[in-house]
């Protein structure tokens, strides 16, 4: 008997070209799960991705319509067809180099703009797809290909971004947890504005050996689990207590006019 979630996939699809133990896979059975929980209507979802390791999976093997854009590019793409079609369930996947270095500033206004759009990146703290290089949202003193004696630089915080910038939903989790990661995929499908969930996700291949240590996958999910804070725990800690932590849970679930729904009205006003 073939798997509930297999009738998402495509007919033609092939088990998938990521490493043996990478995080991304897990990211995309909560996608799937979530999807199938809600009884969404691939018909009527558009799957825009970006560069990286995790694009191969929403342009090669969800049955969706999909685009696979330029490094960087994939959000503004999704807003012109969410601005085109607003009854499209518009979803971005996007990794945190693709969304927090050349795409930091689309991602930033998309937030402020509140675009109907669930923004999911997979963020495993490096640049996994060419090599193991540092990356924007990399921990401070962390060994990777291009900072062998360890990161001097301070890594972005994507959610605190989508929070100070103005998005509705805004959400972090591990692939530890993936029933939380699940449940927040649901919300934010539901949600009118811009939702923007980051998946932690290990990459053994390259951060897993320069940085942890270890190239084992169960032993990096020990770690995020070991490692991972909730929000609420966190506001009672200290900036030296959560150094080296990652703060998972909801930072934000609000109800705000999102962009698509605001020009449609004000289209009907001038007719």
């Known amino acids: 008997m073939s798997h509930p979630l297999m009738k998402y996939l495509r007919e033609d699809w092939m088990p998938t070209v990521l490493c043996p133990g990478c995080g991304d896979g897990t990211v995309l059975q909560c996608m799937l799960r979530a999807v199938s929980n809600k009884n969404v209507d691939m018909n009527q979802v558009a799957i825009v991705a970006g560069i990286g ?19 960087g590019r994939a959000i503004p793409i999704a807003t012109g067809i969410k601005l085109v079609n607003p009854n499209l369930q518009v979803v971005v996947l996007t990794g945190d180099g693709d969304c927090g270095s050349i795409g930091l500033s689309h991602f930033v206004h998309a937030a ?11 963020n495993n703290s490096i640049y996994g797809m ?20 360890g990161n001097l630089e301070y890594p972005l915080d994507l959610c605190s971004l989508a929070e100070t910038a103005g998005a509705s939903y805004v959400a972090r989790w591990t692939t530890a947890h993936p029933k939380q990661l699940t449940t927040s995929i649901e919300k934010a499908l539901e949600k009118k504005g811009f939702s923007f969930i980051e998946a932690v996700t290990q990459c053994p291949t390259y951060y897993g050996r320069y940085s942890l ?20 725990r966190s506001r009672k800690l200290g900036q030296e207590e959560l150094a080296g ?24 006003m001038k007719d």
């Open 130 to 149: 060419t090599g193991g290089q540092v990356a924007p949202t990399t921990p401070k003193g962390t060994k990777t290909k291009t900072s062998p004696l």
């Open 245 to 268: 932590k990652i703060v998972i849970g909801e930072f934000v679930d609000v109800q705000k006019l999102e962009l698509a729904e605001q020009y449609r009205t004000q289209s009907r």
């Open 53 to 71: 390791c995790h694009a191969r999976l929403g342009t090669g093997y969800i049955a969706a319509d999909s685009m696979w854009t330029l490094h």
């Open 213 to 232: 240590g270890s190239t084992r996958p169960s032993e990096i999910l020990r770690w995020f689990q070991r490692n991972s804070v909730s929000v609420e």
């Open 112 to 122: 402020r703009r509140n675009i109907g759009l669930l923004t999911i990146c997979f």
